[in-house]
């Protein structure tokens, strides 16, 4: 009889452990899953951030933005803007003011000379396939004007591949972007 009672204790144990992992493990998984969304939302917002800066680089330059990643890239390693030193406070009249024109290099100047961030700029990061974002250009006309726009955008869902989708299925399908093809704006869908 003493035998049965300590097997059965064991077993109660035993069950109790279970139980309780189980209860930490679903306390847990939301908590996780939110860290990891927020690690992941940086770092794609980061790549959709510097994108924008190289579109509006791009239409500094040529008065429109552009549709390709391999372009914008290209245009980022061998070109330069040109910047303008003003030596002297040109409010001042009793000072002569001197301008001083040099150039710099745009992958200094928007991506601090990092090829590499450069180079992984296009791709949805903790995509499982490796996909690029969608880019996309056009010119529109918004009162009787045409203005350029542009759109860069990723699925949620490869943002988040690997995650437990029920703790964003009401946005499963929904893109995370930056600029809007519609409109013209360069916004971001994550400046609410």
Request: proline share 4%; glycine share 4%; charged share 25%.
């Amino acid at each position: 009889m003493n035998a049965v009672k300590l097997v059965l204790n064991l077993v109660l144990v035993l069950a109790s452990a279970f139980l309780v992992y189980k209860l930490v493990a679903t306390i847990q998984e939301p908590i996780t899953f939110q860290a990891e969304r927020a690690k992941r939302d940086a770092i794609a917002i980061e790549r959709l951030k510097q994108a924008r800066s190289t579109q509006l680089a791009f239409k500094s330059k040529y008065n429109r933005y552009c549709s390709s990643f391999d372009s914008l890239i290209t245009m980022i390693k061998t070109d330069s803007f040109e910047v303008v030193k003003v030596i002297g406070d040109p409010n001042d009249s009793t000072v002569v003011v001197k301008k001083e024109t040099f150039k710099r290099s745009m992958l200094d100047s928007l991506f601090n000379g990092n090829a590499q961030a450069l180079e992984q700029m296009p791709y949805i990061p903790f995509s499982p396939k490796n996909n690029k974002f969608n880019i996309q250009a056009a010119t529109i006309n918004r009162n009787n004007t045409d203005i350029p726009a542009f759109e860069i955008s990723g699925p949620l869902k490869e943002i988040y591949a690997g995650l437990p989708s029920e703790y964003y299925a009401d946005r499963y399908n929904e893109n995370m972007r930056v600029g809007n093809i519609n409109d013209g704006t360069t916004s971001g869908s994550w400046d609410k």
